[in-house]
T-cell receptor
Framework: DQQVKQNSPSLSVQEGRISILNCDYTNSMFDYFLWYKKYPAEGPTFLISISSIKDKNEDGRFTVFLNKSAKHLSLHIVPSQPGDSAVYFCAASASVDMRFGAGTRLTVKP | EAGVAQSPRYKIIEKRQSVAFWCNPISGHATLYWYQQILGQGPKLLIQFQNNGVVDDSQLPKDRFSAERLKGVDSTLKIQPAKLEDSAVYLC????????????FGSGTQLSVL
C-alpha cells in the first residue's frame, strides 16, 4: 500500500534556481511529516520536518509547505546548489507508524 | 558523536543461504529500527525495538526473518533462508524517543541474493 507517494522519480534544475519536490499522502491520521536526503552509499539524513498544526516550516534554504486539505506537502530549496543533488524521501508519521515515499532524485546542474 | 554503525557494507549470497546483519545505534538511543529498501522504493519498516522490547514487527516476514536486541543496545537481523526477492539495502536507524522524532540512519548493508 502506497500511503505516501512521490510521483516524480527525478527532477533536474539549474544551479541558483528553485527546486520543488512534491509528496502526497492518503492517510488522514498522519500528523507529522519529514524530509530526508540521501547521497549514494550513505543512509538517509534528516533534513526538515513539519507538524500538522503548521502549514510552513523554514530552515535556511529549505522550506516545507503542508496543505492538509489536499494531503500534499512540498519541499522548496532556494537557491539550489550542486551539493543538493541527492535522493529526497518524504516520510509521514502517525504515532508509531512512519511511511516513506519512493524518493525523488534531484540533480542540480552547475 | 558517533553515528549508527552497520556491518557488513555489502553481502552476496546464494538463495537458501543464511545471512546476518549487525547494527550499533547512537549511544543512548532507546529506539532502534530495521528498514528494508528495495531498489526504486522507499524504506519499509521491518521491526522497531524500544530498548530490548519489540514495539512493531508487523511487516517482518517471520518465517525467514528474525531480529534481536538482547541488551537493549546493538542488534542483529537474520535472514534464513534467503530468497531472491530479499535483495535490498537493509538500513538500521535509531532515535532517542518516539517515532515522531527524526531518525538517524546507518549507511546500510547492500544484500544481493543470487
Amino acid at each position: 500500500d502506497q500511503q505516501v507517494k512521490q510521483n516524480s522519480p527525478s527532477l533536474s534544475v539549474q544551479e541558483g534556481r528553485i527546486s520543488i519536490l512534491n509528496c502526497d499522502y492518503t492517510n488522514s491520521m498522519f500528523d507529522y511529516f519529514l524530509w530526508y536526503k540521501k547521497y549514494p552509499a550513505e543512509g538517509p539524513t534528516f533534513l526538515i520536518s513539519i507538524s500538522s498544526i503548521k502549514d510552513k516550516n523554514e530552515d535556511g534554504r529549505f522550506t516545507v509547505f503542508l496543505n492538509k486539505s489536499a494531503k500534499h506537502l512540498s519541499l522548496h530549496i532556494v537557491p539550489s546548489q550542486p551539493g543538493d543533488s541527492a535522493v529526497y524521501f518524504c516520510a509521514a508519521s502517525a504515532s508509531v507508524d512512519m511511511r516513506f515515499g519512493a524518493g525523488t532524485r534531484l540533480t542540480v546542474k552547475p | 558523536e558517533a553515528g549508527v554503525a552497520q556491518s557488513p557494507r555489502y553481502k552476496i549470497i546464494e538463495k537458501r543461504q543464511s545471512v546476518a546483519f549487525w547494527c550499533n545505534p547512537i549511544s543512548g538511543h532507546a529506539t532502534l529500527y530495521w528498514y528494508q529498501q528495495i531498489l526504486g522504493q522507499g524504506p519499509k519498516l521491518l521491526i522497531q525495538f524500544q530498548n530490548n522490547g519489540v514495539v512493531d514487527d508487523s511487516q517482518l516476514p517471520k518465517d525467514r526473518f528474525s531480529a534481536e536486541r538482547l541488551k537493549g543496545v546493538d542488534s542483529t537481523l537474520k535472514i534464513q533462508p534467503a530468497k531472491l526477492e530479499d535483495s535490498a539495502v537493509y538500513l538500521c536507524a535509531s532515535s532517542s524517543g518516539t517515532l515522531r522524532e527524526k531518525l538517524f540512519f546507518g549507511s546500510g548493508t547492500q544484500l544481493s541474493v543470487l
